[in-house]
């Protein structure tokens, strides 16, 4: 695995573009969202034949959201990336699954989970539906471990800490004997949030 500029994802996807001689991932979509790459995660599975090889590029974008497309980069393209040591290659896969949408629900599917939800109390699992439901962003909370720059629901010993990280510090901490309690707490949290509520404006 390597880490790759923006800059690079966009000068390779021009280079592919005009020398064919392999898939230039989605050069448009690359420009429309150029300025809100954080950074670019490149994945190599195998060559093509044209003696190239092959690759996912895992985009992040700083609202959050992440992209994965398929381009093709030259052995000394490739070589000349920064390559990742194991520690940091799991971290970043890991925050790509945490940012990566869920699949939508079915109709059916979420008429039951509105059923269960408002039968009673909540826990971990039907919070977790309901936050998909309402599309909050999946990089905006953290359900069951501490993540930087996220609201979090932790359980220690016990208890449930409803809490905002940042830099190591818990920012407004709530302690709930009650794992319902908690939930209703860190859904409210998050409703709470003007910019988390913009993102999930239907109307928008």
């Known amino acids: 695995m390597k880490e790759m500029p923006a ?8 280079r592919r573009g005009s020398d064919g001689r392999g898939t230039d991932g989605r ?12 950074s670019v995660l490149l994945v190599a599975y195998g060559p093509n034949p044209v003696r190239m090889l092959r ?8 609202d959050a959201a992440v992209g994965r497309l398929p381009i ?14 194991n520690r940091e290659a799991a971290r970043l896969l890991r925050e790509a699954l945490m940012r990566y949408p869920f699949t939508e629900f079915d109709a059916k599917q979420a008429a039951e989970w509105r059923a269960v939800l408002e039968g009673g109390g909540m826990t971990i699992v039907e919070l977790a539906a309901r936050l998909q439901a309402e599309r909050v962003p999946a990089g905006a909370y953290s359900i069951g471990v501490d993540v930087n720059e996220s609201y ?3 359980p220690e010993e016990e208890h449930w800490h409803v809490y905002y990280s940042e830099r190591g510090h818990r920012i407004d901490e709530r302690v709930f004997a009650n794992e319902s309690e908690a939930c209703r707490a860190f859904l409210d949290a998050l409703r709470d949030d003007a910019l988390l509520a913009e993102s999930t404006d239907p109307e928008q």
């Not at 690759?55 to 700083?62: D, G, Q």
């Not at 093709?72 to 040591?85: A, C, F, I, V």
Request: overall charge negative.
């Open 27 to 38: 050069p448009q979509w690359v420009l429309d969202h150029r300025a809100s790459i954080e």
């Open 7 to 14: 800059e690079e994802l966009v000068a390779i996807a021009r």
């Open 152 to 154: 979090c629901l932790v």
């Open 72 to 85: 093709h980069l030259t052995e000394p393209e490739y070589d000349g990336l920064r390559p990742l040591g």
């Open 55 to 62: 690759c996912n590029a895992i985009v992040f974008l700083r």
